[in-house]
């Protein structure tokens, strides 16, 4: 029994059929993916309810695995794959899967030294991201993590002498900044705020501010966009979860929609799965890949007891909102000012738009949120993504994706967002007319997310995408609890735990699926 038709959850599930097993899975909501689904929105319009890029799932053995390309999946590759606007002092930036061409822009923009700089910190982040993201793909243990960077002392420097000295003083030196802030990161290696900016914005997408502890590494990701981009899945992020559901069902694999799970319940030497509906599920294994606090209250509900229930409970950090989505269907796509004449046909619309250029934008924008505030000038990434995908909007119209931060789940002042969305949503527009002069005009539909309405659709509690807070103390063999970070519930043998609330975390990636299938595979 797998309950939640997230991709994690249809990920676990396609590996389990794959193997040979008899699989279920439960959904509450009538559409499978939760937060990578595609629905009409507008008519005419594929528009994604959660997820619109795929950057660390296409670094993942997750589609190869499972073949999922042989079950329809395809992604156009985004190239450029970001880029951050013009300034009144500088040209936009613009990062191109080719890093010549990325250097080349930076020196435009901003001079040589960040540019050579820039070509440095590829070299020296590329390693890393790469064991980071192979971290990912494992149970995390302090031994596994230890395992993933090994041979990394190389990318660091130290002037202690001797072999025993030089390997303890570079590991010393990579472990500080692999624990660092994003922001210190980002002093420590280039000058120029725009570029630093744009950087920020980027590992911001993970959710800490990037003067958090921990976060450099949110920042390293983006050497790897290097050497694969993110991609598009063509017909909208919600294709990904379509060719999970052709394989799972290619492998006599169920899904069963519309009837939520209510409780689990040990019966014998098997599980018991209930559901809304009234249906009782068996089954020897049960994977939860719903939102970590929805499992609590299914596992209470069953007999767990309370109050080792409520001791996890109030120790798991959901925080308080991360963000809202606007989507819009245009006529036209943003006309961002100032854009070298040597782009893509497509322009920079494949790319991330970090319509963000000054650090001091998104602190403002997350002390606002910090007492309840809709920030005045939103953070913003754009993406017009039918500029390389003609099936997301009807001829000659366009769809835009615009996902800004930070917006509070609780505001301040008793008010509530049916009452403020109106507003923080005109913001958003007016920060994409900041820097595409005149692209208001040009709006036919608007559907706005905020953050109670990504918690009641997509069952995001507290409106966070990622679950749980991707800080430090929330990461790896500390998430979503100490005690539940090996994917498994001690007390509960034969339940074990998926999804964004577990390791590695929030994001499109398939890995705490894919780590779930293979435990439930050791279970014979």
Aim: with cysteine; proline share 6%; charged share 20%.
């Amino acid at each position: 029994m797998v309950v939640g038709a997230g991709h994690n959850g249809l990920v676990a599930a396609a590996y389990l059929a794959r193997d040979g097993r008899s699989v279920r899975v439960l959904e509450r909501d009538d559409v499978a993916g939760g937060a990578v689904s595609t629905i009409e929105r507008f008519p005419g319009y594929r528009v994604d309810r959660g997820s619109s890029a795929h950057l660390m799932i296409r670094h993942s053995p997750v589609l190869d695995e499972l073949a999922l390309t042989d079950h329809g999946l395809r992604y156009v590759d985004c190239d450029p794959w970001a880029f951050s606007p013009a300034t009144d002092n500088s040209a936009p930036i613009i990062f191109r899967t080719d890093l010549d061409a990325t250097c080349t822009s930076i020196e435009r923009a901003v001079g040589t030294a960040d540019a050579d700089a820039y070509r440095r910190f590829v070299e020296v982040w590329r390693p890393r991201a790469r064991s980071v993201m192979r971290s990912f793909y494992g149970p995390a243990t302090p031994g596994r993590f230890a395992t993933a960077f090994t041979g990394l002392t190389g990318t660091a420097t130290t002037a202690r002498r001797g072999p025993v000295g030089r390997r303890t003083g570079a590991m010393l030196s990579l472990t500080q900044e692999l624990m660092s802030s994003g922001d210190a990161l980002l002093d420590r290696w280039f000058t120029a705020e725009p570029l630093k900016a744009a950087l920020a914005w980027f590992g911001a997408q993970s959710g800490p501010p990037m003067d958090a502890p921990g976060t450099a590494p949110m920042i390293g990701f983006a050497a790897l966009q290097h050497d694969i981009p993110p991609g598009r899945a063509v017909g909208g992020s919600g294709a990904l979860t379509e060719a999970l559901l052709r394989r799972l069902g290619s492998d006599g694999g169920e899904v069963a929609l519309g009837d939520g799970a209510t409780a689990i319940t040990r019966c014998g030497d098997h599980w018991r799965v209930e559901t809304a509906g009234g249906e009782q599920h068996c089954g020897t294994t049960v994977i939860a890949a719903c939102h970590i606090l929805t499992t609590l209250d299914l596992l209470a509900a069953g007999g767990l007891p309370a109050q080792t229930v409520d001791r996890w409970r109030s120790q798991i950090v959901v925080g308080d909102g991360i963000g809202m989505a606007v989507r819009l269907g245009t006529d036209a796509l943003p006309a961002y000012r100032d854009l070298p004449s040597d782009l893509p046909p497509h322009g920079v619309h494949s790319a991330l738009g970090l319509l963000v250029t000054d650090r001091a934008q998104l602190r403002r924008a997350r002390a606002a949120a910090s007492v309840g505030e809709s920030p005045e000038r939103p953070a913003c990434v754009s993406m017009g993504y039918s500029a390389i995908d003609p099936t997301l909007a009807p001829p000659g119209r366009h769809l835009v994706n615009v996902w800004a931060q930070w917006h509070p789940y609780r505001l301040a002042g008793g008010r509530t967002w049916a009452q403020a969305g109106p507003g923080a949503a005109a913001a958003v527009v007016a920060e994409l007319d900041r820097h595409a002069p005149g692209f208001g005009d040009h709006i036919e539909h608007m559907h706005i997310q905020t953050p109670d309405e990504l918690e009641r659709e997509l069952g995001l509690i507290g409106g966070n995408i990622m679950h749980v807070e991707m800080s430090i103390d929330q990461m790896f063999f500390w998430r979503p609890h100490p005690d539940l970070s090996a994917h498994r519930v001690p007390g509960a043998d034969g339940i074990l735990l998926a999804g964004a609330s577990t390791h590695p975390g929030g994001g499109v990636t398939g890995a705490s699926g894919r780590i779930s299938a293979h435990l439930a595979m050791r279970r014979r």
